[in-house]
């Protein structure tokens, strides 16, 4: 099993945070650092945020071996030609540690603050299809190649320079979701990894079985497309450090939560939850139903000693 840690910045971090977490990470033997791709804060309103990709240039440049990545930028904030060229600068400025998630987006509140574009879901999902193919071929097709879409055409295109990675044609690209029918098409077409997010066994074996069928009908090796889980992660080095923690969270980015123990008790159905060996079986049980990598989403990134105590579970 592979461990990243992930985390959500619009709970207010500023850029020294992220980078004392990310550097947290990286020291204590995790592969990856992924963060989320917001500009609104929530759950608590009106909180500083960040932009996910100036952010990871940062981390570029401050980071020397763990991969970085963002869980997932939604299409609706990134057109797909700078984005294209924004991913491959910061994976140069990396030395080639980038990570690409991409999405079809959900907040609709932070969309219109910013007076940005919120199509319906159907429109949304199009939109993910051909920038998905644009940034495939500007990285991968001869100068000179065209693209003519519904959203977006490409004429002549010369694009250099071109990112690749240890043999690949481009980074390695990741989609999340749910593992709906859809998602899993565009996977197979386009993609290296699919992570299931609000991953708990029964839901990653499904869309995993999902994925299965579907490399098969696309005659695509299902060992070139990774199989990965996001999940909520709270570990205590015992039963009491946990329930402090939980008390962290209730008193910070859960605070709309008055009953403790029915915000437990929920969480420790789905979420790698409890003291070290409870962990471990949480996510060995996520390794038993398909997947190959986990995303530890990390909701209090101001504890690092709790990131300190996941890479001795986990990473070590």
Known sequence: ????????????????????????????????????????????????????????????????????GVLVSPVTF?????????????????????????????????????????????????????????????????DGWNHTGLHWNVVDARFHHRPRRDGRPHPPILLGGSGGPRMVDLTVRFADELNIVSASPDKVRGAYERLAAATASADRDPATITRSAMTGVLVGESEDDLRSRVRMLLDGAFAAEDDAETWLAERRQRWIIGTPDEAQQRAADLGAAGAERIMLQDFLPRDLDMVRLLGRIFAA
């Open 1 to 68: 099993m592979r461990y990243a840690l992930m985390s959500e910045p619009q709970q207010g971090l500023s850029y020294t945070e992220i980078l004392a977490l990310a550097k947290t990470a990286e020291a204590s033997g995790f592969e990856a650092y992924f963060r989320s791709d917001h500009y609104g804060s929530f759950p608590t309103p009106d909180l500083p945020t960040t932009d996910a990709w100036a952010t990871l240039a940062g981390l570029a440049r401050e980071t020397t071996t763990i991969c970085l």
């Open 78 to 142: 990134r057109h797909p030609g700078s984005f294209a060229k924004v991913v491959a600068t910061v994976d140069e400025m990396s030395g080639g540690r980038v990570e690409v998630g991409m999405g079809a987006g959900w907040n609709e509140a932070e969309h219109r603050e910013l007076g940005l574009a919120f199509p319906g879901l159907g429109e949304r999902y199009d939109m993910l299809e051909e920038s998905l193919a644009i940034v495939h071929g500007l990285w991968t097709e001869a």
